[in-house]
């Protein structure tokens, strides 16, 4: 018993000091540095048009899309000396503010389009 | 030849009330300057000490001040050499010359418009020599025939060496004439005229006398419209256009060639290697030439039923790309066979090649479907070889094999369906947001065109493909494919030259246009509003080379340094260019900008409905950054 408490402890006290790790992200200045610092010429102004990967919605937590960029696999490296966690945090902010398209089965005109092309 | 007939202004003249209007405004505005103070020169500032350098002659002074003059009428030419020089152009089938002029050129140009009566060909006015001849390549695009194209000397060449590239690059016909003289200016004549361009040309000539220009105009038409097209020039020097025609020269007689066929023995290998595998594949390159490219490789594809790469975003449609085959099809291929540049293997397949590149393969430049590939390469043109092969494609199956091939054919309609059904998913990729998507503008537009002879005239490839992708292209106008050889410039008067050629069939012309592309010589504008050319033009407005934006960035991420200036040198913004008031001010009809997609299906009817009465209009559409 005094383990199973001892491991609860531990996870509340990781889960509070990830918590207190996670910067306070700003969308509004996201927004800036999303195009300041050309994510939209991959990834498209509305993080979802463009030849790089569709970012909305944001599946990452914050700490798992900075250590991306940080080390990404299939896009320009983006280094502490070039972008602060801070902007990233807001970069992250803004991503998640981004609105996810309509379902493409609630698109009449897309419907129409891929059942003519069957 | 035909007799000089003194005739009154054409349909095409201009007319001298529009050519005055403005006139009384153009006089108060002269008024206003001869009232102006007079400008204090530049020696009286410095308090009127005199030059230490001589002073230069009257003639240095009028040439600096672009004063230059045509040389005194010292006798009267009524019958020059250029007049013969028109028999011969229209024997050749021009329907149209487009031509920035020059002095150079100017005893041609007097003939065309003079002696040829302006009528085919007909003299479009271009206000950049690299404006005419990408006209020239997308009207050749549609026609499979030259446009002629006129350029003054050195100068002219220059401006129009981009275009020229891109012409070489995607193997159309380009028909040019240029001047050589020293008689204006000096700098405009050359010992070598072609020598510039002669890298990215097939053929070139400079004849001495007229019987030297007949057979050298008509070896050029050859040269030009031979597989692999290519563009072709010839230097007429000033002399031999103004001089008196001594006698009346008969024009030759022309014949068209034949393209080249591959041999027989090469055609039954690969038709043998074809009906032997279990899954080959077809990659279309550039081998429809004309519609009955297109027919003959549905034949083949219906015989053997491979997958079929038909539609890259770089070349003309030469495969319908809803055709059950379309697409990389289902399994890896084990026999390949490359029409006209169309891939170079894949994994183990066994490679068979047709193309008639090889023929352009001792140019200096590596260009698209230049590169030698295949493990049996074959120089022939492919659509004129694909008769034959089909031939012996027959003879070869058998009832077994029939049965294996549709088998195959089912397996590849179900993959390239889902994979269709999958890709048009992703359309909905910021359907709603602000800038538009290029798929929005894409499926708001194909309602309204579908049912109506549309011809798409710009690059898929800065738009994320979407036209390709959603759109039934199924005939060679539907898409005319891009640069060639990846110039900007060229895709404002590709589509213009087009839109010419689609014209007299009353087509529905769809440019979708990039901003930074149009930026080079927007002047075209003005082109296809004074020729009544009817087109539709909406901004890919992304506000700046979006390609360039990614690859600096890339380039200060790697280097880890100053990554938010990126966009020095590559963005189009501070102040945003206003391309609804870049077309009114060229006299086009010009909307936007437009920044959200709601108001897209409005706009389209407003200016579908006008150009479907025949006038060019551009609407400004503020667009993510390609898909």
């Given at each position: 018993m005094r383990t199973v408490t001892r491991i609860v402890l531990l996870a509340a006290a990781l889960a509070a000091a990830a918590q207190a790790q996670e910067l306070t992200g700003n969308a509004a200045k996201g927004k800036e540095w999303f195009f300041n610092y050309n994510c939209y010429s991959c990834h498209g102004f509305s993080g979802q048009n463009g030849p790089g990967n569709r970012l909305v919605p944001m599946k990452m937590s914050q700490a798992e899309f900075m250590a991306y960029v940080r080390k990404p696999a299939r896009m320009p490296i983006y280094s502490a000396k070039v972008i602060s966690d801070q902007q990233l945090a807001d970069i992250w902010a803004h991503i998640r503010s981004l609105p996810d398209a309509p379902a493409a089965a609630d698109i009449p005109l897309l419907q129409d389009i891929i059942k003519s092309s069957k | 030849?035909?007799?000089?007939?003194?005739?009154?202004?054409?349909?095409?003249?201009?007319?001298?009330?529009?050519?005055?209007?403005?006139?009384?405004?153009?006089?108060?505005?002269?008024?206003?300057?001869?009232?102006?103070?007079?400008?204090?020169?530049?020696?009286?500032?410095?308090?009127?000490?005199?030059?230490?350098?001589?002073?230069?002659?009257?003639?240095?002074?009028?040439?600096?001040?672009?004063?230059?003059?045509?040389?005194?009428?010292?006798?009267?030419?009524?019958?020059?050499?250029?007049?013969?020089?028109?028999?011969?152009?229209?024997?050749?089938?021009?329907?149209?010359?487009?031509?920035?002029?020059?002095?150079?050129?100017?005893?041609?140009?007097?003939?065309?418009?003079?002696?040829?009566?302006?009528?085919?060909?007909?003299?479009?006015?271009?206000?950049?020599?690299?404006?005419?001849?990408?006209?020239?390549?997308?009207?050749?695009?549609?026609?499979?025939?030259?446009?002629?194209?006129?350029?003054?000397?050195?100068?002219?060449?220059?401006?129009?060496?981009?275009?020229?590239?891109?012409?070489?690059?995607?193997?159309?016909?380009?028909?040019?004439?240029?001047?050589?003289?020293?008689?204006?200016?000096?700098?405009?004549?050359?010992?070598?005229?072609?020598?510039?361009?002669?890298?990215?040309?097939?053929?070139?000539?400079?004849?001495?006398?007229?019987?030297?220009?007949?057979?050298?105009?008509?070896?050029?038409?050859?040269?030009?419209?031979?597989?692999?097209?290519a563009p072709v020039m010839l230097v007429l020097d000033s002399p031999l256009q103004t001089a008196p025609l001594q006698q009346p020269m008969a024009v030759p007689k022309i014949t068209a060639p034949a393209p080249p066929s591959a041999d027989l023995a090469s055609l039954r290998e690969i038709a043998k290697a074809l009906v032997n595998a279990e899954n080959p594949r077809i990659s279309a390159g550039r081998s429809a030439r004309t519609s009955a490219g297109i027919t003959l490789l549905v034949e083949l594809a219906d015989l053997l039923q491979p997958s079929v790469n038909g539609n890259g975003d770089q070349t003309?449609?030469?495969?319908?790309?809803?055709?059950?085959?379309?697409?990389?099809?289902?399994?890896?291929?084990?026999?390949?066979?490359?029409?006209?540049?169309?891939?170079?293997?894949?994994?183990?397949?066994?490679?068979?090649?047709?193309?008639?590149?090889?023929?352009?393969?001792?140019?200096?430049?590596?260009?698209?479907?230049?590169?030698?590939?295949?493990?049996?390469?074959?120089a022939a043109d492919a659509e004129a070889s694909l008769p034959a092969l089909i031939e012996e494609l027959r003879k070869l199956i058998t009832p077994d094999r029939r049965r294996a091939f549709d088998e195959r054919g089912k397996k590849h309609a179900e993959a390239n369906a889902q994979t269709r059904a999958q890709i048009l998913e992703t359309a909905r990729n910021g359907w709603d947001a602000s800038p538009i998507s290029l798929a929005r503008i894409t499926a708001e537009l194909w309602p309204l065109i579908k049912d109506e002879d549309w011809s798409f005239v710009s690059p898929g490839s800065f738009m994320g493909d979407w036209p390709n992708r959603m759109w039934n292209m199924s005939k060679l106008h539907h898409y005319i494919g891009a640069q060639g050889a990846g110039g900007m410039g060229y895709g404002a008067p590709a589509a213009v030259g087009a839109a010419l050629a689609n014209r007299k069939y009353g087509r529905l012309t769809i440019n979708i246009q990039t901003d930074g592309d149009l930026n080079y010589a927007p002047g075209v504008l003005w082109t296809a509003?004074?020729?009544?050319?009817?087109?539709?033009?909406?901004?890919?407005?992304?506000?700046?080379?979006?390609?360039?934006?990614?690859?600096?960035?890339?380039?200060?991420?790697?280097?880890?340094?100053?990554?938010?200036?990126?966009?020095?040198?590559?963005?189009?913004?501070?102040?945003?260019?206003?391309?609804?008031?870049?077309?009114?001010?060229?006299?086009?009809?010009?909307?936007?900008?437009?920044?959200?997609?709601?108001?897209?299906?409005?706009?389209?009817?407003?200016?579908?409905?006008?150009?479907?009465?025949?006038?060019?209009?551009?609407?400004?559409?503020?667009?993510?950054?390609?898909?």
């Open positions: - | 030849m035909a007799k000089i007939k003194q005739t009154s202004p054409g349909k095409n003249a201009v007319g001298r009330r529009g050519f005055l209007k403005g006139a009384a405004s153009a006089a108060a505005g002269t008024a206003a300057l001869a009232a102006a103070p007079q400008l204090v020169s530049a020696q009286e500032r410095r308090g009127g000490a005199q030059p230490s350098a001589p002073q230069p002659s009257d003639a240095t002074l009028a040439r600096d001040a672009r004063n230059v003059r045509p040389g005194a009428v010292t006798g009267v030419t009524e019958r020059p050499n250029s007049d013969y020089m028109v028999d011969v152009l229209k024997a050749l089938g021009f329907e149209y010359v487009a031509a920035n002029p020059g002095t150079s050129t100017g005893g041609i140009h007097e003939s065309l418009i003079n002696y040829g009566r302006n009528s085919a060909p007909e003299w479009l006015t271009c206000l950049h020599e690299e404006s005419a001849v990408a006209m020239a390549h997308g009207y050749a695009k549609i026609e499979n025939k030259p446009m002629l194209v006129v350029l003054h000397g050195t100068v002219g060449i220059q401006h129009a060496a981009m275009a020229i590239y891109n012409a070489y690059g995607d193997r159309v016909p380009l028909y040019m004439l240029t001047g050589n003289s020293d008689a204006a200016v000096p700098s405009h004549a050359a010992v070598d005229m072609a020598a510039m361009v002669r890298d990215f040309l097939k053929w070139d000539h400079q004849p001495k006398n007229l019987a030297q220009f007949a057979q050298s105009a008509i070896r050029a038409y050859h040269q030009t419209i031979l597989p692999p097209m003309r449609i030469a495969f319908p790309n809803r055709h059950p085959l379309a697409g990389a099809g289902a399994g890896q291929p084990d026999v390949i066979l490359n029409l006209e540049g169309g891939g170079f293997g894949g994994g183990r397949a066994k490679t068979y090649s047709i193309t008639s590149a090889e023929f352009l393969a001792t140019k200096n430049y590596n260009v698209n479907g230049n590169a030698p590939g295949g493990d049996v390469v074959i509003v004074h020729h009544k050319i009817p087109l539709l033009t909406i901004m890919h407005n992304n506000r700046g080379y979006q390609q360039e934006v990614m690859f600096m960035a890339r380039e200060t991420t790697a280097r880890n340094r100053g990554a938010d200036n990126a966009h020095i040198g590559t963005t189009l913004i501070e102040p945003n260019i206003d391309y609804a008031t870049m077309a009114k001010c060229y006299g086009m009809y010009g909307e936007g900008p437009i920044t959200d997609p709601k108001e897209l299906a409005p706009a389209f009817k407003r200016a579908i409905a006008m150009v479907k009465k025949g006038q060019p209009v551009l609407l400004d559409t503020v667009t993510q950054v390609r898909g």
